[in-house]
Every structure is written in C-alpha cells, then in structure tokens.
C-alpha cells in the first residue's frame, strides 16, 4: 500500500481544483472524462462549463439537435466524440430510462464509452474498484516498473492493468485513480519532469536507471497522409452556399462550402480548370479573392487548403436542393471545422 498512499498523500496537497472533481454525478464526469479525451485541462475546461450550463441533464443533451451540438464542440476537434456523446445521451434517454448505468460493464454499452471511460465513471461515481488507464497512468506505471512493453502494443493494456489492479486502494478506488493520473499529468510530466521532489524517486526504477527521457516506449506511428482541399465560396444576395460533411471521414457532420480534393497540390489554373469540370464554375464566375495556402494539421495527416471567393448570380438556381444557401450574418450558428472557422475568422 505504500505506493498508493503516497500518490493519494501527493494528491490531496496537489491536485488541481476542477470542477468534475466536486461531484459524483456520473453525467458530469462521463462529461468531462469525453471532452478531456485527446484535449489539455485548460482547453477542455471552458468547454466543459458550456456544456454543463447549456445541457444540464443528460435528457437536455439527448433532446438537443445535431447542429446544436456539434456547434457546442466547434473547435475542440475529433469530432467523432461529440456525434458519440450525442448518442450516448440519447442511449441514456431511451434505453436506461434517463439514468446513468451503474458498473463499468453496464456502462460500456454506451456509444463511445471505452475501457478508460467506463472504469473513471464506475469508480468516480460509484466507487466500483476498477483501475483506470490513461496516457499519464501509462507513463508513470512504465517510468516506475521501468517497463519497456511499448505502451501502444496489443499486450500492453493487459500487462499494465494488472499491475494497476495490485496498486488500487480497494476502500478508495475513487481518489486513488485520481491521485494516480493528476500524479502523471503534474509531477511524472511526459518531458523533464522534475525527478528531484518526486516522493517515490527512491524506489522509481527508470530514475535508478536513468531511464526517464526513455520510458515509456511507444511503437512508431503509421505514415502521415497529406491532402489537398480546394474551397468555393458562393456569395449572391448576402447568403453563402453551404453543404454538411456526411462521409465517414474527418470533421463528419459540420459544415463546409463547396469543394474538391485532390491527391497533389495544384497551381490555380488547374483548380480553376477541374472547378470548371466539376460544374462548380462557370462563364457566369467571377473570381473575387484567392486565399493563400492554409496548413492545417491533424493527428494523422496535414491538410492544405485554399478559399476561392466567388461572385455567381446563376450559381444558386443552377444548384437547386443541393446546397444551403444561408444568409451571411448567421454563418457563424453553424458549426464548422477549425479550419473554416479561422477562415471565416478572418
């Protein structure tokens, strides 16, 4: 125990005051464990307060429209956990009555709900005694058990979460799993963590062995990909055209204006000349303004993008039912990738 009392020790004098931290609402703490998933503290925690002030319940979430929550989630990225918090809450709503599950395998029914989810909401909640397993517990418990299975490995969840079930304080799993990820995300930092006031430096054995820049070991991501996106901005009587992203791909259901991609970057004659092609331009177009390049980048890939402005009084008619036409002064109600938005923006 002398591991878990001292990380719960170093918790109660250092933690972070949060505000999911005061309560034991499952729907508050599902809240903010999905919205910190890939997200720092300090970016989430607005988002957070938005979200819990604007969907109370999980039933306000359930009723809420799409474009009402993906405009909500506008600029915190991987979109894919809003569209699953939406329907999760709609689970929640109609499948459990209005009423959280209650254990980490009831819970994991839920849309989006993972391994890491459902064990921080079973134990914050109900004090289920289940280890959570987040990047900064990956880290400490590989730095500490100097532990060189790559962290990113088939193996590696079940080779760490069975020394995290033999460290879990079974009379407060709760503020142990607390204590053991703000422990990784304060003092076990990812780079030059202060070594030196840490209280379990004597026993660490990556500090013995002078292995903390090395540990943990991640194998090499995949290749990053790299696209190239062409924007068109249909303007005619204060109002922009508009189309929804609805293929299973990046920024899934927001909002774009109309484009192409291509697989290699084009001058512009040549995205003038497939524009033309694809019947997006015509003798009716005229060009207004031409963005520079624009890099945008994700986890896995590198966008590059262009913003056509274009002036078309035909273009509207000629597309009927294919897009949106929404007045100027209310583009901003929808909820676009970052990448537009700082367009826009600007």
């Not at 991987?78 to 009555?97: D, G, I, P, W």
């Not at 791909?249 to 774009?256: A, N, P, R, V």
Request: with cysteine; charged share 25%.
């Amino acid at each position: 125990m002398y591991i878990s009392n001292t990380l719960i020790s170093w918790y109660s004098n250092n933690k972070r005051d949060l505000p999911w931290r005061k309560t034991k609402d499952p729907y508050q703490i599902w809240l903010s464990e999905v919205i910190l998933q890939q997200t720092r503290v300090e970016q989430g925690l607005p988002y957070f307060l938005h979200f819990q002030s604007k969907y109370p319940t999980v039933r306000d979430l359930a009723l809420a429209s799409e474009d009402e929550v993906m405009r909500s989630w506008q600029g915190l990225g991987y979109y894919s956990r809003a569209r699953n918090l939406h329907a999760a809450a709609k689970q929640v709503h109609t499948e459990f009555a209005g009423e959280f599950p209650k254990s980490y395998l009831e819970l994991l029914q839920l849309r989006g709900v993972g391994e890491y989810t459902a064990a921080a909401i079973a134990s914050f909640s109900y004090k289920e005694v289940t280890p959570v397993l987040d990047g900064n517990v990956f880290r400490f418990l590989s730095r500490y058990y100097g532990i060189h299975t790559p962290i990113n490995s088939s193996s590696a969840k079940k080779e760490y979460t069975a020394v995290a079930k033999e460290l879990i304080d079974p009379n407060r799993p709760d503020t142990f799993n607390q204590a053991i990820m703000e422990f990784g995300a304060l003092q076990c930092k990812p780079k030059s963590p202060d070594c030196s006031t840490c209280p379990l430096n004597g026993t660490c054995m990556a500090f013995k062995n002078n292995e903390v820049d090395l540990l943990p070991i991640k194998d090499k991501k995949g290749k990053r990909s790299t696209r190239f996106f062409y924007y068109f901005l249909f303007q005619h009587n204060n109002t922009t055209a508009l189309k929804k992203r609805i293929a299973k791909d990046i920024w899934q259901s927001l909002y774009e204006f109309p484009m192409f991609e291509s697989k290699t970057e084009l001058e512009e004659l040549e995205i003038l000349s497939m524009a033309t092609d694809l019947k997006l331009l015509t003798e009716n177009s005229k060009i207004e303004h031409i963005s520079p390049k624009i890099k945008h980048v994700l986890s896995h890939q590198d966008i590059y993008a262009r913003f056509f402005k274009i002036y078309d009084p035909h273009f509207q008619h000629q597309n009927r039912g294919k897009y949106l036409y929404i007045k100027d002064d209310k583009l901003m109600e929808f909820a676009f990738p970052r990448l537009i938005e700082q367009y826009l923006q600007k």
